[in-house]
């Protein structure tokens, strides 16, 4: 394959790429499922293979020619952004879904936006004042039923 049509190749796998960086950091942002975290996880790391199998095409040759040594540099400088960007995001999806795995399932289970509220009866101490008569009543208040 010739140089060019693997930049095709090349700009067309970037741009996914970049849409799929920009619905992960979307998802981060959100309270995500495990499932659709690991189904993320999956997208980006196909995508960003992908990019890199075209980019050392690319790369190889561009080294072949002794003419595009600038070239080159340029390329690999774009190369190592984006492999960068691919580690960072790698890094807080694995850290999403510990943190997913890690919660505990008391809180798993309830969901902060349909909290019940419930009306009970007000209670009404009495308040001891002293008297020896009056200190069984008092006391009986605390008594379990």
């Not at 561009?62 to 003419?67: E, G, M, N, P």
């Not at 580690?87 to 809180?107: C, T």
């Amino acid at each position: 394959m010739s140089v060019e049509s693997l930049r095709v190749k090349q700009k067309s796998l970037r741009s996914s790429f970049t849409m799929c960086c920009t619905s992960i950091e979307e998802a981060l942002k959100k309270d995500t499922t495990l499932t659709d975290l690991y189904a993320l996880q999956r997208q980006i790391m196909d995508k960003f293979t992908r990019l890199d199998t075209v980019q050392e095409h690319i790369l190889e040759l561009l080294l072949s020619d002794d003419l595009v040594s600038s070239e080159y540099e340029e390329d690999f400088t774009k190369a190592e952004k984006y492999r960068d960007k691919m580690n960072e995001l790698s890094a807080e999806l694995e850290y999403a879904v510990n943190q997913r795995l890690n919660k505990p399932q008391s809180e798993a289970g309830i969901s902060h936006n349909n909290t019940r509220k419930f009306k009970l009866p007000k209670l009404e101490l009495t308040k001891f004042n002293g008297d020896p008569k009056d200190f069984l009543n008092f006391w009986s208040q605390f008594q379990s039923e």
